[in-house]
Each structure stands twice: as C-alpha cells, then as structure tokens.
T-cell receptor
C-alpha cells in the first residue's frame, strides 16, 4: 500500500504485557513521529526520528520505546502496558526541509489501544 | 501545562457563513504554526501553515491569521461547507519543540 500504514488498527491487551504498534511509510520520508490522542489533551508527541538509528523524545516518552532500523519503519513498543496508556496512537512522517517540525506531516489512520 | 490552547471545544456554523477557529499559545519562541483537520476514525490531514514572519496566509477558502503580540492565531473558513465538519487542531513549533492544541469540533449546518 502506498502512503503510511499502521497495524494493528485495534488492540486490546492487559496491564503488564508488552505490545508493539507498527508504522510503515512508502515515501522514504526522513522524519517519522508517534503521537497519542486523548480527550482533553489533543495530540501529544511521544517520540520522533530524524533518520534510521536516530530517535528523540517528545513531550510524553515515559513508558514507550522506539527503534528505527529501516527508514520506512518506526515501531512503538509499550514494554509493560498500563491503563493510562489506553489511547489512540498516530504515526506520521514528513520531509526534512528546515527541521523536524516545519513541514507538513502525513498521518496514518491510527491504532486504538485498550489496556485492561 | 498546555502551551497551545484551543479554548472552544466546539463550534456550529450555518453553511455558507464564515467559520472562525481560534488558537492561543504561551511560548513566544514558537516560529511556525500549522492547522490540521481530522475526520472520525482517520488521521489528521494538513490544512495550512504560517511562519512567524508573516501575519496572514491564504489558501482557497482557508486563511490563517497570526497576531504575535497577542500570541493568537485564527483559521477562517469562507464559505463554510458541510464537508468542513471535522475536528481542527492548531499546532506550533520552535526548533525541536512541537505542540498540538486540544482541538475544536466544527459542525457546519446545511
């Protein structure tokens, strides 16, 4: 599929379990991002990546781990899920002109994660 | 501590009229601002942006105004159409800092 895809689209897990959300983009964009969307908070940046093997923390990184071994993939792992991590997670990608946050970001369709 | 605020959670407008969505920010270092639109069960899509060196940017029916002294930006949609009904997020960036607002749900009534 062309564009940016996320899998799974829906996930239910239990407290303490590890879960990985996948993100794949076909544009060869340099930057990739992970956000969570919660009522009353809008979208908050979790982690972002400027290129393969380069990642940086966003506003709410605690409890999350990311990796980027290939330009097109940017998985997000919750090592020990907690109920407070119940949310909708969005992955995005963008070009690199001018810096990480000065370009249009293209978002995936989201993953709805429920932690019981 | 919300650095980008959208104080109106919802807005209803008649079709054909102007929609004005507002956004306030606290960090004077923000130098680039964007608006995104989001439909239910989809990811946000980019709408329009503005650099802090400008006070207005226009793209078709969409115009963004920036008032740096008031730390305020607004998105004007003229004329509003039913397909514009969505949640609108403003966002602001400064170097490696990037924040979204909480969103305003716009309903355009036919």
């Amino acid at each position: 599929d062309a564009g940016i895809t996320q899998s799974p689209r829906y996930k239910i897990t239990e407290t303490g379990r590890q879960v990985t959300l996948m993100c794949h983009q076909t544009w060869s964009h340099s930057y990739m991002f992970w956000y969570r969307q919660d009522l009353g908070h809008g979208l908050r940046l979790i982690y972002y990546s400027a290129a393969a093997d380069i990642t940086d923390k966003g506003e709410v990184p605690d409890g999350y781990v990311v990796s980027r071994s290939k330009t097109e993939n940017f998985p997000l792992t919750l090592e020990s899920a907690t109920r407070s991590q119940t949310s909708v997670y969005f992955c995005a990608s963008s070009e690199s002109y001018g810096g990480a946050f000065y370009n249009e970001q293209f978002f995936g369709p989201g993953t709805r994660l429920t932690v019981l | 501590d919300q650095q980008v605020k959208q104080n109106s959670p919802s807005l209803s407008v008649q079709e054909g009229r102007i929609s004005i969505l507002n956004c306030d920010y606290t960090n004077s270092m923000f130098d680039y601002f964007l608006w995104y639109k989001k439909y239910p069960a989809e990811g946000p899509t980019f709408l329009i942006s503005i650099s802090s060196i400008k006070d207005k940017n226009e793209d078709g029916r969409f115009t963004v105004f920036l008032n740096k002294s008031a730390k305020h930006l607004s998105l004007h949609i003229v004329p509003s159409q039913p397909g514009d009904s969505a949640v609108y997020f403003c966002a602001a960036s400064a170097g490696n800092q990037f924040y979204f607002g909480t969103g305003t749900s716009l309903t355009v009534i036919p």
